[in-house]
């Protein structure tokens, strides 16, 4: 198995332009399932978790491949069958294939969806809003089958109980082509949704309140054909943005938006850090970086995202104190602390807390990966230390980002696969 090898101790200094964005592109993809026609994804990133949903729309009869730099998806000759378990549990987002398949098919049988390291994963919240559709659940020993009686999903008024993502998208995705009007309510913010509610739009939908709380979506009968370039990875670009930082470097990330990393950039900027948004670009210049300690907190966007928890545990390692991360959002999001610790970290949990105390005289050694965000964590551990670092478990971190190696050797990193 291939392992990530890295020398650190050296600021990072390049420019990069960061890929399209994993958790845009999932739900895009299963949107695709919507409509009996074409889609075209540009700036669709080339990862693992794309190529897994590509191989599940493929297995319900979908034609899709890559075009230069496009994602292709002709779903003319989609199938009303079940999400094959063999993709489906690897990742999360598949799940996304509920709503859209009960909205063309109104009926979907899906796995259930894989636990993962990060928390259990339950969907209560997305059946919820779909039995307010009109779904009958029948829960079986392979997974769940969703029938909608009428075959066609009806309009509703929901109130989600927590702003998840996932029941956001896959509520909506069930909408669009519902019998009357859905109003959402305590919807997830996300930007990755209100992409999803732009493009689905540009297909023929009719949904209105992206980027709030409360999405009103009037059913449609059919959507068209379609291309859409996707949102730059907000993630890949906050953990470069961190990595940089950790490094008191200076790096500019070409595709980087300020407006979707606020908490991030003001936090950095509070370190004494320049970051500048220069037209969709953001500049970062933390060589005069002095950060102390602080309290980070992990909230529903507009809040600081858990997906850069991992990576804001590193960087607080180079900050002088005693800082406090709060995980509010998964239940075991902090197993990197464990590794991080063979490189000399002292961090300490308390139930959903971190205690970091730096900044820590990191070294170089053998860490392993074992799970997407973590795993680039320790990527940027690695350019923090002194001497030299061997990543194994690498396959986590390509489910995410592009060529992790690529980028950071570009922004002038002593790294490579092995
Ligand atoms: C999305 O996951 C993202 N994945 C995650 O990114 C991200 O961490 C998460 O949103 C939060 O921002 C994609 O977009 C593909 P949630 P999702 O539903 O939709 C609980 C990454 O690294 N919950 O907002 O699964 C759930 O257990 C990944 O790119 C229920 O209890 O997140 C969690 O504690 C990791 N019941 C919380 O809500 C439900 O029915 C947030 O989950 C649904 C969720």
Excluded at 78 to 96: G, I, K, M, N
Excluded at 274 to 279: D, E, L
């Amino acid at each position: 198995m291939s392992r990530i090898w890295i020398r650190g101790n050296v600021p990072l200094c390049g420019e990069l332009t960061i890929q399209g964005s994993k958790n845009a592109a999932l739900p895009l993809m299963a949107a695709a399932v919507l409509h009996p026609g074409k889609t075209v994804l540009w700036n669709c990133p080339r990862i693992l978790d794309v190529e897994c949903m590509s191989s599940i729309l493929r297995e319900l009869g979908c034609t899709v491949f890559r075009e230069g730099g496009a994602l292709v998806i002709d779903a003319s000759r989609a199938e009303d069958l079940p999400v094959p378990a063999r993709y489906a549990t690897r990742f999360r987002a598949s799940v996304l294939l509920t709503g859209s398949l009960l909205g063309r098919f109104g009926r979907a049988c899906l796995p259930y969806p894989g636990g993962c390291t990060i928390g259990t994963r339950p969907i209560d919240l997305h059946l919820q809003i779909f039995r307010k559709m009109g779904a009958l659940p029948q829960t079986g020993r392979e997974g769940i089958c969703l029938q909608i009686p009428q075959g066609r999903p009806a309009g509703c008024t929901a109130a989600l109980e927590f702003p998840s993502v996932g029941a956001t998208e896959n509520a909506v995705l069930g909408a669009v082509l519902a019998q009357g009007v859905t109003v959402l309510k305590n919807c997830a913010r996300e930007p990755e949704i209100t992409e999803l509610c732009r493009f689905l739009n540009e297909k023929g939908a009719r949904i209105e309140g992206a980027g709030g709380s409360v999405l009103t979506i009037t059913g449609v009968d059919s959507l068209r054909d379609s291309e859409y370039e996707l949102m730059s990875d907000r993630i890949v670009a906050g953990t470069y943005l961190l990595a940089a930082a950790g490094t008191r470097g200076q790096v500019t990330l070409h595709g980087a938006q300020e407006e979707t990393l606020r908490p991030l950039a003001d936090i950095l900027r509070g370190d004494g850090a320049s970051v500048r948004a220069v037209g969709k670009r953001i500049i970062l210049d933390a060589s005069g970086a002095h950060p102390g300690e602080r309290f980070v907190r992990t909230e529903p966007y507009p809040g600081f995202p858990t997906d850069l928890q991992s990576q804001i545990l590193v960087y607080l390692l180079t900050a002088s104190g005693a800082s406090r991360v709060e995980e509010t959002m998964f239940e075991s999001r902090f197993q990197i602390a464990a590794e991080l610790a063979k490189m000399g970290a002292d961090i300490e949990i308390e139930n959903n807390c971190a205690v970091v105390r730096g900044p820590a005289a990191l070294k170089g050694t053998a860490v392993a990966a074992r799970e997407l965000r973590g795993g680039a964590a320790l990527a940027a551990a690695g350019l923090i230390a002194g001497g030299e670092t061997a990543i194994s478990g690498s396959r986590f971190i390509k489910r995410g980002y592009e060529d992790i190696c690529r980028d950071l050797a570009a922004l002038g990193a002593d790294i490579r696969e092995i």
